[in-house]
């Protein structure tokens, strides 16, 4: 794919990153297909680039952020990764009916904690769908949390 800045001349202070935010897609849905086909979670390397202006883009397509300081960690939290959606299961025969892990902790009185990224509507649908034809799989729909105490906090949201 050709940049559309060669043929083109744009005053720009220096210095400065000039990025094609439709190469960085292209990118992105090459790693995605990675991850489609090998089943794997691909994460983003803030140390390696912390150009958060793409951050909504690069989202859409990978799992998350490896971060070495707690600044990186932040931003990773902050900018890449979206809400999630907690299911909270009390029934082990339900869990097993669906072959989904966690009825062995519900057996032993804890709680299994089903942690979804989201994931919006569409796909939140679809992920209900596939739990309806047991089609779920820890790692690649959700993490499995378990215990006898769960505490969540949530942010506040600011606009």
Known sequence: MQSKLRNTQYAIDTPAFVVDADLVR???????SVKERTG??????????????????IREYLDGVCASS???ARLGRER???SPNLFVAV??????????????AIRAGQFALLVA????RFML?????????????????YTL???????????????
């Open 26 to 32: 292209k990118n992105c849905k090459i790693l995605a």
């Open 91 to 104: 029934s082990a025969f339900q869990l097993e009916e669906f072959g989904i892990e966690g009825a062995e």
């Open 70 to 72: 707690p600044w990186e």
């Open 40 to 57: 794997c979670k691909i994460l983003l390397a803030l140390k390696g680039f912390a150009m958060w202006p793409l951050f909504p883009v």
């Open 80 to 82: 890449i990764e979206r």
């Open 125 to 141: 649908v679809w992920k209900a769908l596939r739990v309806a034809m047991s089609g779920v799989r820890e790692g690649r729909d």
């Open 117 to 120: 990224p989201d994931c919006g």
């Open 145 to 159: 949390v378990t215990g006898r105490n769960v505490t969540v906090s949530m942010r506040r949201r600011t606009s």
